[in-house]
């Protein structure tokens, strides 16, 4: 890229739009480049209205696109029309507006929870529309899928190459620990937490059997600026771990009871949902790109996630 980047990173305030900009901030900006990181309060890019008022306002060159309506399994089981309208919404105003204000280059997010449920695994790049999505979240994987039909339709007519991430389980500071609407990693820390206050048991839903890739939001973030800047391609690309750092719930359970240090009994709540048992993703074309890009370890991610949220509790999303 040449030139001074002005980016303006929708969904700022979130737990990947954090730890982006800790990257940043921690010396993986560059001379030349600003940042910009917007929360809802900046603008309901639900809007069309509010949306075209902040890209005037900061006229960005280049968009990391993480706004969205995002929640755990049980959240998008009970939501599945709010998921579905919303990210629509939000989506078609951001990618449509920046492509208006001459945008250079646009990345989005999907996750790898889009993907047909019924496939071979594991699941790569070309898998996308290969199929439903499993059930539990048809709402937010159809409106996550339209990004790529949209920026494929936006490149075949105007030539802009918008392009769009596809990661897996994200954890880390500053995520939504919310209970009821989290996902699991944040809401297990949460749960330990409460446990360990009240002398309680730990109550895990689900069998615990599922298979789970995840990846540090850290992480995920080093790997947006490389996508940002030196990734060319349209057609989206899967971070995460390799197939051989897949875990089980139960795998996960351990690792929250070792990082918060709890010691009291650990229930498993059959009667709650699984979802999806496996959603096993390659991450070849990444290592194609990156053979040597290092994930950090999960414990250490975790007990790092851990200790960030028993000294912030008071501040935690939760
Ligand atoms: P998050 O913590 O829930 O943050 C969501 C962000 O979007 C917040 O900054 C929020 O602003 C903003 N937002 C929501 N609705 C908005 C609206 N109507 N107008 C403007 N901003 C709005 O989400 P996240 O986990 O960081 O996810 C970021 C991206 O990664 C999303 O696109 C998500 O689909 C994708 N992703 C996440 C995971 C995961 O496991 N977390 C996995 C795969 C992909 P406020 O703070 O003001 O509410
Ligand atoms: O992160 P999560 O809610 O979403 O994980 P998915 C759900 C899995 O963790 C299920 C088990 O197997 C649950 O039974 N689980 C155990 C728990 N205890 C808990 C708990 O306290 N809270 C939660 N939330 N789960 C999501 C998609 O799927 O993946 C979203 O629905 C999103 O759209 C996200 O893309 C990345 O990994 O199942």
């Known amino acids: ?32 480049e600003e940042w910009i990181f917007l929360s809802s309060k900046d603008a309901n890019l639900m809007s069309a209205e509010e949306t075209r008022s902040v890209f005037q306002k900061h006229r960005p060159t280049h968009v990391i696109h993480l706004a ?6 049980f959240r998008n089981m009970r939501q599945n029309l709010d998921f579905w309208r919303n990210n629509v919404f939000i989506n078609d105003n951001v990618l449509q507006t920046a492509h208006e204000f001459g945008v250079v280059k646009v990345v989005s997010c999907l996750s790898t929870c889009i993907f047909p449920d019924k496939t071979t695994y594991p699941i790569d790049e070309t898998m996308i529309h290969n199929g439903p999505p499993h059930e ?20 075949q007519q105007y030539g802009r190459r ?38 309680k048991a730990l109550q895990v ?20 600026l490389w996508v940002l800047r030196d990734y060319d391609e ?14 089980s719930i139960k795998d996960a359970v ?7 240090e709890f010691k009291g009994d650990v ?20 290592r194609k790109y990156l053979p040597d890009f290092k994930f950090t370890p999960f414990k250490a991610a975790m007990k790092e996630t851990c200790d960030w949220f028993e000294a912030n509790y008071d501040i935690a999303r939760k």
């Open 68 to 73: 969205a309506m995002v929640g755990g399994l």
């Open 234 to 247: 349209v057609e989206p690309i899967i971070l995460s771990v390799g197939e051989e750092d897949e875990l």
């Open 254 to 260: 351990n690792a929250v009871v070792e990082g918060m």
């Open 267 to 286: 229930i498993y709540d059959t009667s709650k949902a699984d979802g999806q048992f496996k959603k096993t993703a390659s991450n070849a074309k990444l």
């Open 136 to 155: 539990s979240n048809f709402g937010y994987a159809y409106a996550k899928r339209m990004i790529d039909v949209h920026n494929r339709a936006c490149c």
């Open 162 to 199: 918008y392009t769009a991430v596809i990661p897996t389980n994200v954890f880390g500071p500053h995520d939504n620990f919310n209970i009821e609407d989290g996902h699991v990693l944040p809401g297990l820390i949460h749960k330990t937490y409460m446990a360990k206050k009240e002398g």
């Open 1 to 32: 890229m040449d030139g001074p980047m002005r980016v303006l990173v929708t969904g700022g305030s979130g737990l990947v739009g954090r730890a982006i900009e800790r990257v940043v901030k921690e010396g993986e900006g560059r001379e030349g």
């Open 205 to 224: 839903w689900g069998s615990g059997r599922p298979l789970r890739q995840f990846i540090y939001s850290l992480d995920l973030a080093r790997l947006f």
